[in-house]
Each structure stands twice: as C-alpha cells, then as structure tokens.
Nanobody, 113 residues
Framework: VQLVESGGGLVQPGGSLRLSCAAS????????MSWYRQAPGKERELVAG????????NYKDSVKGRFTISRDNAKNTVYLQMNSLKPEDTAVYYC???????WGQGTQVTVSS
C-alpha cells in the first residue's frame, strides 16, 4: 500500500489549496479514505472522510463549509479542496486508509500573511 500526497504549500489567509493523494497497492475503489492533519505540538486529527463510492462524506466541524473531500476511483486519487483557509488550518496533512492502517508521508500546508 502506498499513499502519496501533494498540493501543499504556503497560502495567505482566505486563499485556497487542493490536496491530492495518489493511492496504489490496493483496490482503491473498495475502501473509505480519509484526510487527517497534525499541527505542531498537537494530536493528529481527522479532517474529512469519504466512502468507497463517494456517496457519503464527513467533516470536522471547524472545516465544514470550507473543505470538500472527493475521489476519482478511475485515477485512484482522493482530493481535499480547501477554501477560505485560516492560520489555524496550518498543519501537515495526511492521507489515510483505515483498512490497511496506512499513512502517506504528508504534505505541509501553511496559512500565513
């Protein structure tokens, strides 16, 4: 199982970023996928999750209405569209597949003016 995140970077408050997670080594379309994040000195926390078909999603309360998780099963990729970013969104963002307890290497998101 391999998960490779990309799309992080430095963005000003109010800006947007789109994270991608390319998956391989398993039948991607069969499993729930999630995005987590970990800020310095804090616990890793669930940001968003999506079911295998993409029919259901869930979000951390503080990102509802700003973040959107989606997936393209033909491309074995899950996305996290992040809008109206705030400094408190600064963290390393990780892709996760619970079935295999596998994490990506993470991608840094920094929201700062």
């Amino acid at each position: 199982v391999q998960l490779v995140e990309s799309g992080g970077g430095l963005v000003q408050p109010g800006g947007s970023l789109r994270l991608s997670c390319a998956a391989s080594g398993f039948t991607f379309s069969q499993y729930v996928m999630s995005w987590y994040r970990q800020a310095p000195g804090k616990e890793r926390e669930l940001v968003a999750g999506i079911t295998s078909t993409g029919g259901n999603t869930n979000y951390k309360d503080s990102v509802k209405g700003r973040f959107t998780i989606s997936r393209d099963n033909a491309k074995n990729t899950v996305y996290l569209q992040m809008n109206s970013l705030k400094p408190e969104d600064t963290a390393v963002y990780y892709c996760f597949v619970a079935r295999f307890s596998s994490w990506g290497q993470g991608t840094q998101v920094t929201v700062s003016s």
